[in-house]
Structure formats: structure tokens, C-alpha cells
């Protein structure tokens, strides 16, 4: 299946939310999705499939001090 | 007492001690520089009188019966109108609560309660923590008390402006990615966003639940240590609090820093865009700690693009997953600002989110591996002196993100405090970041700067 275009994928995740945008907003929040976007490339970073996000709801000690 | 502003926490607390001041007559010149000074600042949304003149006068019997709870006895204080205080609504500042009382306080709320303090009222915030300084909503937005053209910070605006201005010593905020920090940094007052788990949420309305930080804003660093005695402490119904022993975090405040190591964060410092006055500030406030016996070292913290991805993505899912159901059948009733923020959780997808908190557990172990070599981090509290309201970004998605997310984002306490003044008389601050549940040693070196530098002495241009 193709990867939809970035418009595409903006209509998509609203409809999926359920959520509708008044008209004279839709350019702004969209700016807002592309700049999500870049920042989400950076999420990217290669990890081993064992780096797992286990930081825990409880904060652990800062370990040597 | 006269209508000037309140005295410290610790100023008062020696003065009920020795029976110079008494509780009513202190809660009464707050509700007098409240009344005074509210119709142009706006901290507060609901000011609680009645209450707290009765609760003052309950504190000044015990106190005269020789039954003096502690150090924060009969002494008035405010919160950030999400958390709970039974008897009060919590409006969020926005129309979707405006209906809501709360049936029981918040855990913070019990604690400073049983401490003996005095609730005066409840603080404007940026709509659930959220939105921005010029949302059309059902109260005002607060104003800062050192320019009123300029942005009071948020989301705890009412918070920073109520004790900049002299109405309470201590209000309580929250801190998501920064919402203490930055309205302490902007009105020229401490705040301190503490580890996460070392202070409980529960009664707070969330905004994003592995990122919400409860915490003190008080005109002092001591006055900071004087109430997280009081709110520091495992709660076992907040999910995310944390089993770890409360010091005696006065013991050791007065004790300096010779002998400690300062890890000066200048490239996330330049990374985040600091203003060039603020690091001239920053230099000069790593000159004073050296002089005291500090030794100051440069450290390279994870990259500001790694932090925020971390930061917003969660903030954006959790944020999201709090708020759907409102922003699919009351989207009308939330301000333009909040809204669309919240909108913006939509587009994280399940896979970005455990990512995020994936990365999360990275770049929190490279914050511990700095804090492994030196006693704390110094960075700037914000990147400039607060800027005019009409330059907030207040888009749905901003294009910079704050620098203090990234602690938000690994859960180390960060204190913020004043380090000067810039351009237009506005403060500048600078940051201690320390390692988790060490909020004592920070206490120290803040102190320690705090005094030797004595810029907390300085307060707005208001009336006397």
C-alpha cells in the first residue's frame, strides 16, 4: 500500500479521532503537522529491539552520587 | 502590617514564632495587596476570604495555645486553580470545568492543610496547563507584575505573578515542560520542578501523566525548602510517586558550595538560542560559584532535537488521551490556543509514543552519567528576559519547544532563580539541574548563589 502524502495522512488522523477542524484553521494546523513530522524523524534513532521503554512510572535514584 | 507585600515564608515563619506577627493580621495584608493590586494582574481566580480569615484565626488560637504545628503554621498560600481544595471549584481556567467543586483536597492541598497553612485562593493558568496567554476564556489571564506588556510565563501564570508581586509567599504550580520554571524565570522568583515522584499529583488535573511535576514558587530558595518539607513524601494512590526517604531539607541549606562541582551546560545553552545577555549572566553567575569554592566544569547534555521529540511526543499522546472525548463533542467550549494543541495528539501513532519513551530512557541515562561527575547542571533558566504578549507563539505547534522540557522529559529536579537584570529592568534566571531525589544539594547551591548574588532582594516596580 502507498505511503499516503502528508495531506492525506492529516485527513486521515483527524477522521480516525473523530475530530473536525473549522475551515479557516485547517492551513495552521496543518503547518502544525508538518512541523510534527520533522521532529518525529528524530524519534528514528536506530535502537536494538531491547532498548525497551521500560523508564517506569517511578523516577529510580540517580546512581554514583 | 501595612499593604505592601508579604513577607517570605521564612520571614514570617520566624515572626509567628516570636509572636511579632500574627496569622490574621498577615492573611489580612494579603487579601489587602490582593484587593489592591488583582484588577490589573489577574493572578487569582477565586479569592477565598471568608475561609481564610477563619483559617487564620483557627491558626493564631493554636499557635497562642502553645500548639505550633511547624514552620509554615498560619501562614498564606494559593494554588494553581487545578488542584483540588475541597469546598472551591477547580476551573482549569476554562469553561468546560466552570460547573466543578472539589469534594476532597489534593493530596499537596492535605499536606500544606495539615501543616497549618492559610488557602487564600485559587491562580490563573494557561486553560488545563495548556493553552496560551491570549486565549479568550472565562477569567483574565494574569499579567506580569515587572511590565504588564509582557508574558507572565505559563502555564503557572497566576502562580509566578502572586508571588512577584507580594500577594503570597508560596503558590503552588505544575510542570509539564516547564510551567514553574518559566513563570518563576519571567516574574524574577524560585521555582522548583521536583523529581518526578518526590511531590504527588494526585488531585491535580493531569495535562500528561509521565511528564506532570507538582511544585512550589516561593520568593526565596529557603522558602522553596521550607515547603517541600511540608509537600514532599510518597503517596500510594498517585501511580507515579516514589517510595524514597524525605531529608531534612533545611539541615544543610546554609552549608555553600566549597568543594562542589558546577557542570556549566553551555552548548545546550547555545543549542536552545540564550540570549546574549542571559549568558553574559550565566558567566557571571559561574564567576560568583567559582569564587565561593566552586569548581565549574563544562558537560554536554543529550541534543535539544532529542529531548523535545521525547518531550512533545508524549506530552502530545498523553495530552490526547486526557482530553478526546471533550475535543470531539465540546471542542467549541475550549480556547482557540488549548484546542489545537490538543488536537495535535492526533497525529501521534502508538509506534511514536512507545519510541519516544523508548529514546526517553536513553537520554534520561545520559543526564544521570553528567550528574555521576558533577554535584548539579547549570543552565539558563529560559532563554531570554520575558517577552512582549504579542510575540508568543501561540500556533498549535510551536516552533521552539522550552529548553526545560528536556527535565521533564528525564525526571531531574531543575530549580530556577534570578541571575540579573536585562534590558528593560526584566529578570534573567539561571538553572540547577541535580541528580533525582537530591533536591537537598540543590537547595544548597541555589541558596548559596542566591545570597551571594542577592538579586532576589529586587522586586517589581509596584506600590510599596
Redesign the interface.
Known sequence: MPIPDPETE?DI??A??????PPE?RA??F???L???V??A????P?PPA?????G????????? | MTGGPVPSLAEASRAIAAGSLSPVALTEAALARIAALDTALHAFITVAKERALAAARAAEAEIRAGRRRGPLHGIPYALKDIYDAAGLPTTCHSRLMLQTMAGEDAETTRRLEAAGMVLIGKLSTHEFARGGPTDELPFPNARNPWDPARFAGGSSSGSGVAVAAGMVGLALGSDTAGSIRLPASYCGIVGLKPTYGRVSRRGVFPLSFTLDHAGPLARTVEDCALAMQALAGHDPLDPGSAEEPVPDYLAGIADGVAGMTIGRARAFDIESGVAEETLAALDAACALLESLGARVVEVTLPARRRTDAVAQTILLAEGFAIHAEWLRHRAAEYGRVTRERLMMGAFVSGADYVQAQRLRRLVTAEVDAVLGACDAILCAGSPAAAPLVEEVDEGPFRKAHPMTSAFNATGHPAIVLPCGFGEGGMPLSLSFVGAAFDEARLFRIAHAYERAAGWWERRPPLPA
Do not use: N
Open positions: 492529516f488522523a483527524l480516525r479521532a473523530g475530530l473536525s477542524l484553521r495552521a494546523m503547518e502544525g503537522f512541523a510534527w513530522r521532529m518525529r528524530t524519534l528514528e534513532e535502537l532498548t525497551e521503554p521500560a523508564f512510572l517511578r523516577q529510580k535514584r540517580t546512581p554514583g552520587r
